[in-house]
């Protein structure tokens, strides 16, 4: 091109290279054979290469075999569907190892005959979507348990209530009552759970400095532990949502009277990058470790099966890994480690 032609082209093409080293998105354009002709500065930035290092090398060189089995794949596909745009989801890697999600569209450039003469794509980070998809996926198996939890677990002492109440007034016998208020206070504590997991899903609130020491033995004077003894010795300050940190020791401690019997002792010590939680009661099966945080699980004919659940959703939702082990004298602990301390 000369003249004006040429100068017109030469800021057509520099007006959309502007436009596409603006993008947040990976930029690529690829012969047939596979050859890198253009990327833009973000598609660099996410291999964590300089751009001279890809171009003019096979598009192939920078992806996984898994990577480029899916685009080959959806190529066919296309072709075979007469369809002019592909999409593959997989995992974006950089020359460091590093991963995430990525959306990758593609399509054909320039077609001579029925000959593909390249391809141009964008590649999009989804990490954000990724973890909103599987946020909802787990609300949905949340209210689905939810919704077995009332339909049976709540119907249940719902039913005792109502024939104890029947038998109360044929019979004008006070004891029937007390099976009554059982049912009820039954109920209460799987609606409080129910609300307290409900809440759970959330990431923690304002987080404070909280003395372990302190906190615990708040929490076992608001606990029923009859005969039981406590032992602190936790020297520690964390970064906590304290009222959620409540939550976990509470459920841990009512957790070791329930199994443990009434003259159990509970420990509360440090770790290195945390705390731990045990008692001398009977402990967990090795086997049943792993299981004890799941929804509903429990060996107790009185226990909602939430407790421990709670205790998982509440570390995790301060970024804590919580784990069953056997305690000391061969009861069950609690440990909790990625702990940030506030001193």
Not at 92 to 115: K, Q, Y
Not at 268 to 280: A, H, I, M, R, S
Request: with cysteine.
């Amino acid at each position: 091109m000369k003249g004006d032609d040429g100068k017109r082209w030469e800021r057509t093409v520099h007006r959309y290279e502007t436009i596409l080293e603006s993008l947040d998105d990976g930029v690529y354009a690829i012969r047939s054979d596979g050859t890198i002709v253009y990327v833009n500065e973000r598609y660099a930035e996410m291999k964590g290469v300089d751009r001279s290092a890809l171009l003019g090398t096979d598009i192939y060189e920078w992806v996984s075999d898994e990577t480029g089995e899916q685009a080959l794949a959806e190529r066919a596909a296309m072709r075979e569907e007469g369809r002019d745009a592909g999409t593959v989801e997989y995992e974006f890697e950089s020359v460091d190892g590093d991963t995430f999600p990525a959306e990758m569209r593609f399509g054909w450039v320039g077609p001579d005959g029925d000959e593909e003469v390249g391809r141009v794509g964008v590649i999009r980070d989804i990490s954000d979507r990724k973890r909103r998809e599987r946020e909802l996926e787990r609300q949905n198996e949340r209210l689905d348990a939810f919704a077995s939890i009332v339909s049976h677990d709540l119907r249940n002492p719902l039913n005792v209530a109502r024939g104890r109440l029947e038998l109360a007034r044929e019979e004008s016998d006070p004891r029937h009552l007390d099976d009554v208020e059982r049912a009820h206070e039954r109920m209460e504590t799987l609606i409080d759970d129910l609300l307290t997991l409900a809440r759970d899903g959330e990431d923690a609130g304002d987080l404070e400095p909280v003395d372990l020491d302190t906190l615990v033995r708040e929490c076992w004077e608001g606990v029923g532990t009859a005969g039981a003894s406590l032992r602190v010795e936790a020297d520690l300050m964390v970064r906590a949502d304290r009222s959620r940190l409540r939550q976990v020791l509470e459920n841990l401690i009512r957790n070791a009277v329930d199994h443990g019997g009434a003259d159990v002792t509970v420990v509360v010590g440090d770790l290195d990058g945390g705390f731990y939680v045990e008692d001398d009661g009977p402990g967990i099966p090795e086997s049943d470790r792993d299981r004890v945080f799941e929804g509903g699980y429990t060996t107790d004919p009185d226990g909602t099966g939430f407790g421990l659940e709670i205790v998982s959703e509440v570390a995790a939702a301060h970024d804590w890994s919580v784990r069953a082990a056997e305690g000391t004298g061969g009861g069950a602990r609690f440990e909790f480690t990625g702990v940030d301390s506030a001193e």
